[in-house]
C-alpha cells in the first residue's frame, strides 16, 4: 500500500446551491471504489471542511456508477448571493477534496 493524494487516483466535480457544497468523487479505475468507500468517508469531508463553517456531510454511493456524491451543509459562507466573500461558488472546493491522502495499492495507481 502507498499513500497518495486523492488526485491520484480519483476526479472530482463540485457545484453549489445556496449553502450546501455538492461534489461528486469518481475513481478513475473500477478496482479503487471499495478502497475509496473505506477511507473517504462523510465524516471525513466534514473534517476537512469544518473550518469553513460546515455542519454537515453526507455521502451517496452510487454503485452502479463506481462514484459518490458527497452534500455539505453550511459550507459556503451563506452562498453566492449571501456572501461577501470573493468566492462562495462550490466549484473550486473540489480541488481541496482531492487533496486528501488516501492509502491504495501501488499497482492501482493510474500511470
Known amino acids: ?16 446551491k445556496g449553502n450546501r457544497l455538492n461534489m461528486s468523487l469518481i475513481p478513475y479505475r473500477a478496482e479503487l471504489y471499495p478502497i ?6 462523510a465524516e471525513r ?13 453526507i455521502r451517496h454511493d452510487l454503485p452502479l456508477l463506481q462514484a459518490f456524491n458527497f452534500v455539505v451543509d453550511e459550507v ?9 466573500n470573493l468566492d462562495g461558488h462550490g466549484k473550486t472546493h473540489s ?3 482531492l487533496a486528501l ?5 501501488e499497482a492501482l495507481l493510474r500511470r
Open 1 to 16: 500500500m502507498i499513500e497518495v493524494p486523492l488526485h491520484a487516483v480519483a476526479h472530482s466535480r463540485a457545484g453549489d
Open 36 to 41: 475509496l468507500a473505506e477511507q473517504v468517508t
Open 45 to 57: 469531508v466534514l473534517e476537512l471542511f469544518r473550518h469553513r463553517g460546515a455542519t454537515g456531510c
Open 76 to 84: 459556503l459562507e451563506g452562498g453566492v448571493n449571501g456572501s461577501l
Open 95 to 97: 480541488f481541496r477534496l
Open 101 to 105: 491522502t488516501v492509502r491504495v495499492p
